[in-house]
């Protein structure tokens, strides 16, 4: 008998192991996307690229995996691959970390979310603890049994994953007539909204401007009849405040009655500007100026307003409709003028001529897009599919500059937003069947090409091409 308990006892001892052994298999088998043993970066790691494609906290990167758009979708509440949010481990060099078969190593990355995010409305943001995302409404239009999937929900999640996923707000337009940005207070984070046209729900409501606490959930209509909104980017390292620095234009038009309004969205408080009896277009803010357009005579002029004096003076183009793009350098002292294949740059204050000019002659280029700006540089990319990029830094301080070519992207989709960064600039591109997010150094690049960040379908997995043998 007392042999038989050993055996017993012996026997219990292996089976437990055993079923330990298959436990620790499956967790590591079934890793990709839960919450394991991966570490996740902290709250306290430097963000970099707040409202892109990527976002990067410390030396791990948050990312939409490729496109799709919400149209696609079939199912409601379906997970995915292509479009889920994810995270992956960057090496000491700031590359992702592949396997043998040059694909993302499933030890180094997880899935946050399997909703789609990679959509129409795509933007992430880091404030504190949480990573702020969006995804297609997954309801009906109320009272009807049409899938509302064009409209927005706004969702964040915790950095490290813990916790449900929060809604902070779902829109009541579709996402075609939504522009959005994150603000940050010390510890509070704000959602400016604003929703274009008609609201699907209140009729009566159209072209409003939201403000939504991300803690609170509070939501608060701080104007309706808006025409135009300027949104500073909340992490222009150029603007301070930026978040009291919030522009928009309200329209009486049946008393001919324009106002411009500035916002200042932590107290929630908005004061007239000025008051105009033709429309006028809240155009671009930098650090001590208002710009707006002024229509009047349909002359579209370009006029600036330092916010000490509140007076307005002409500034940049006389007549911005003859351009197919404006914009305005992170630091505040140029304006860029885009038309065909030349790039116009007037320094702030100043009317034509410009003071610089850049044109495109080479490959029979006709158009310029531009991407955005980054270490005193423009990217932009041409109608062959080339990333460029000039130093608008050089043409300003009256130097020359060269137009650097650092690649031309086959099967780049340009339909499907673009996103810079001080290392890269992201896009999309065909791989197989589906679009997928890839990036290009914009810094020493060395006739690099692009790498590819996330995973693929398994239909689009490359196939490694065969080394031709060497003939003898």
């Known amino acids: 008998m007392k042999n038989l308990n050993l055996k017993l006892k012996n026997f219990i001892k292996i089976f437990v192991c055993l079923i330990l052994c298959l436990f620790a298999f499956c967790l590591s088998a079934c890793g990709k996307g839960s919450n394991d043993n991966y570490v996740y970066p902290t709250s306290s790691a430097e963000t970099s690229g707040n409202g892109g494609l990527t976002v990067r906290k410390g030396d791990y990167i948050y990312f939409v995996n490729g496109y799709q758009s919400s149209e696609d979708m079939e199912d409601k509440n379906d997970s995915y691959t292509l479009g889920a949010l994810m995270i992956a481990k960057l090496d000491n060099n700031g590359d992702v970390i592949l396997n043998e078969d040059d694909l993302l ?42 899938w509302a999937k064009n409209r927005v929900d706004f969702y964040r999640i915790r950095l490290n994953k813990s916790g449900d996923v929060e809604r902070l707000y779902q829109t009541e337009v579709e996402h075609s007539n939504l522009e959005y940005e994150y603000y940050y207070d010390n510890s509070r984070v704000y959602l400016l909204v604003y929703e274009k046209e008609t609201n699907l729900d209140h009729s009566d409501i159209s072209n409003r401007l939201l403000r939504i606490d991300a803690n609170s959930k509070d939501v608060k209509t701080i104007a309706t009849d808006v025409s135009s909104v300027v949104m500073p980017d909340s992490s222009n390292e150029y603007i301070s405040n930026a978040y009291e620095k919030i522009f928009y234009v309200k329209d009486d038009t049946e008393n001919n009655s324009y106002s411009l309004m500035k916002y200042d969205i932590a107290s929630n408080s908005s004061s007239t500007y000025m008051t105009s009896s033709e429309s006028l277009t809240a155009s671009f803010v930098t650090n001590n100026y208002i710009y707006i357009t002024d229509n009047a005579n349909s002359r579209n002029i370009m006029m600036r307003s330092n916010f000490s004096s509140g007076s307005f003076e002409r500034s940049g183009p006389v007549d911005a409709s003859l351009y197919s793009s404006l914009d305005v350098t992170p630091e505040g002292n140029c304006i860029v003028a885009v038309t065909d294949n030349t790039i116009e740059f007037f320094i702030n204050g100043d009317t034509e001529p410009a003071i610089r000019t850049v044109v495109d002659s080479e490959d029979d280029v006709t158009d310029i897009n531009i991407i955005g700006f980054s270490n005193g540089y423009i990217v932009y990319y041409d109608n062959n599919d080339a990333i460029k990029m000039v130093s608008y830094a050089n043409l300003i301080a009256g130097s020359e500059a060269e137009i650097i070519t650092l690649a031309t992207i086959t099967d780049i989709s340009e339909d499907y937003y673009f996103d810079l960064d001080d290392e890269y600039v992201y896009f999309y591109k065909t791989v197989g069947s589906n679009l997928y997010l890839h990036r290009l150094a914009i810094n020493n690049n060395f006739d690099e090409t692009e790498e590819m960040i996330g995973v693929y379908l398994e239909d689009d997995i490359p196939e490694e091409e065969e080394e031709e043998s060497e003939q003898e």
């Open 105 to 146: 190593d499933d030890e180094y990355y997880r899935t946050m979310s399997d909703k789609l995010c990679g959509f129409e409305a795509t933007g992430l943001y880091i404030f504190g603890d949480y990573l702020y995302f969006t995804s297609p409404c997954q309801e009906n239009e109320s009272g009807d049994e049409v």
